[in-house]
């Protein structure tokens, strides 16, 4: 298992919106598969949603079977400021990938460390959702490579 921490983010990635809460297809194999490649106490969330609220997405998705049981106590990203700043989730930001949707949110100094993923959309809003996005398993294919470079 790769020395590396994963950190995800969760609107547009793993879900559409912590009001809307879809899960993006696919998402049990994603996190199970991010569980083999890095081991569950290397994965975290970095979220602009709050703990609180995290927790009460994550508890759903785990009741309705879209998460796996240990996903309710992954470990959350406190941070403060502007932006996603790796140095959060590890001093040493060589061993933080972070999967966003939103590039703005990374450090300028930082993003060669993020995996930008499509924004999975809303159905209720004027775009309709992707049912054939397949971009965990791009996502899943890009995390390979970072582990065997
Ligand atoms: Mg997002």
Not at 28 to 41: P, S, V, Y
Not at 48 to 76: C, G, K
Not at 132 to 143: A, G, P
Request: proline share 5%.
């Amino acid at each position: 298992m790769a020395d590396l921490i994963l950190a995800l983010d969760l609107e547009g990635v793993l879900i559409t919106n912590a009001v809307s809460q879809f899960p993006r297809p696919g998402l049990m194999r994603f996190i199970e598969e991010c569980e083999a490649l890095f081991g569950r106490e290397n994965i975290c969330i970095f979220t602009t949603v709050d703990e609180t609220r995290f927790r009460e997405v994550a508890t759903r998705l785990v009741q309705d079977n879209f998460a796996p049981q240990w996903f309710s106590s992954i470990r959350y990203i406190e941070w403060v400021g502007e932006h996603k700043d790796l140095r959060f989730v590890d001093d040493d930001i060589s061993k933080v990938i972070i999967v966003d949707d939103y590039p703005p949110y990374i450090k300028s100094s930082q993003k060669h460390r993020l995996i930008k993923i499509n924004q999975y959309l809303d159905p209720y809003t004027h775009e309709a959702p992707d049912l054939s996005d397949t971009e965990f398993e791009r996502v899943l294919e890009l995390l390979k490579q970072k582990i065997m470079s």
